[in-house]
């Protein structure tokens, strides 16, 4: 009982052969053991001592039978080691007020006389949650830390999340934002991307310079090239000269969203521009120039596009200098409590049930979805604290692919041309990456 070692654990029990039995059963085990005779001696032990873990009795005095004077002292414990689980010792007639204590937050109770392994098993128990709360409060108020300290160095555009995932990724767009090389944002749709590219510009060189954004996908494909590079007067029917975003972002920044979406005409033009600097407006052979840092970002699985011919592979490296995979929110859950109360209206509150649920949903449309759930509850709920009830969580749709469709073979072959990256195998086959972990667990297959 590795968890026993070097725990101190307070009994406070007016029996002395009691207190005695305590301290030789748990000090076999490694535990440090303090004994107090009477509630007002075991808070004086708790003020002098860090204690963790505390066994107390319901009654100190021979013809009190009630419990009061343990209630009492329990909730005098609480209210001085909020934090300390604790142990009730009862005779089985306060049983219920036992049970009420357990309601209001105490740990167990024991009935007297008790059994030796059950206590050993509650007390291993407890100690080792207990340690492991410490350990995510640790870890929490490291995480909290680092972020602050990124904060400080950096402008992160508002992003909000908690888990170490997204900690690493907005470190890393930081620390890359001055490098003047193209940079691959990937991850599914609502998941963040255009807020990793803000964070780029943000911290690039060229921070002062234009940053325009453009969607290809809410372009048709006979008006994106337009877009980028510009217009002469003739061009098309009703074509007026046109300054293209190429041309307007020249020295600064262009995020292109929804690069998937870009013809192969359009491909061989960004290709040429990125390698070069150099294009035409539509309608004119002359050729301009333009300096511009190009963000990318995709939804799309480009590898897969490339060999079924659908995107080019050398703009694919050509972009893919650095690329930023943002994980959907199911992979990263840490945030979603911490997205959920920014997004929400001021003076509003989630109750605990519906941290809860929102917790467990699968979230298929991420950040997005997110925000307009709690969006949607605080223009519904009749409350200013948001129950689960009033979140409307629609099920998740049966994901693009099925996973137990997929044989052997297959997966194998993905691995394969991934390198063994399952994040990257994933992608190809349209499964997140927990559920290539699940079917590769079941076909006897290692990462």
Request: proline letters at 3%; one cysteine or more.
């Amino acid at each position: 009982m590795t968890s026993l070692r070097n725990a101190t654990v307070l009994v406070i029990d007016d029996n002395e052969a009691v207190r005695t039995a305590f301290d030789v059963l748990l000090s076999i085990y490694g535990a440090r053991v303090l004994t107090a005779a009477s509630p007002a001696d075991g808070l004086s032990r708790l003020g002098s001592e860090v204690v963790d873990l505390v066994i107390q009795d319901m009654n100190f005095r021979r013809e009190a039978t009630s419990g009061e004077e343990g209630v009492t002292l329990f909730h005098a414990i609480r209210t001085k080691c909020p934090e300390v689980p604790i142990i009730l010792l009862t005779a089985w007639t306060h049983l219920e007020t036992a049970v009420e204590l357990v309601k209001a937050g105490a740990a167990d109770y024991i009935a007297k006389p008790w059994d030796d392994a059950r206590l050993l098993t509650t007390v291993r128990n407890l100690l080792d949650l207990r340690n492991a709360r410490a350990e995510a409060h640790a870890l929490r108020s490291q995480r909290r830390e680092a972020r602050e300290t990124l904060a400080g160095q950096f402008d992160l555009c508002g992003i909000v999340y908690e888990s170490e995932a997204m900690h690493t990724l907005v470190s890393t767009a930081t620390h890359i934002a001055h490098a003047d090389v193209p940079v691959l944002i990937t991850g599914p749709n609502g998941a963040g991307k255009e807020v990793l590219a803000d964070i780029v510009h943000a911290n690039s060189s060229v921070r002062k310079k234009p940053y325009l954004k453009v969607n290809l996908g809410a372009l048709p494909d006979e008006l994106i090239e337009a877009e980028l590079f510009g217009t002469e007067a003739g061009a098309f029917t009703g074509a007026r000269a046109r300054t293209g975003r190429f041309e307007a972002a020249d020295g600064g920044t262009l995020f292109l969203d929804e690069l998937g979406n870009l013809s192969g005409r359009g491909q061989a033009k960004l290709l040429r521009v990125l390698q070069t600097g150099e294009f035409e407006r539509l309608g004119s052979n002359t050729t301009r120039r333009t300096r511009v840092r190009v963000i990318a970002a995709t939804n799309s699985n480009l590898r897969l596009a490339i060999r079924q011919g659908r995107f080019r592979e050398d703009l694919f490296y050509r972009l893919n200098v650095i690329e930023l995979e943002i994980p959907a929110l199911a992979e990263r859950r840490d945030d979603i409590g911490a997205l959920a109360r920014h997004f929400l209206d001021p003076g509003f509150t989630l109750a605990q049930d519906a941290l809860d649920a929102l917790s467990r949903h699968p979230w298929p449309g991420n950040v997005r979805e997110l925000q307009n759930t709690i969006r949607r509850a605080c223009l519904l709920s009749s409350n200013k604290v948001i129950a689960a009830s009033a979140l409307v969580l629609v099920a998740a749709q049966t994901p693009a692919a099925d996973e137990t469709a997929l044989d052997r073979s297959t997966v194998e072959q993905a691995l394969e041309r991934a390198e063994g990256v399952v994040a990257q195998a994933a992608r190809e086959l349209g499964l997140s990456r927990q559920a290539l972990y699940r079917r590769m667990e079941k076909l006897g297959l290692k990462a």
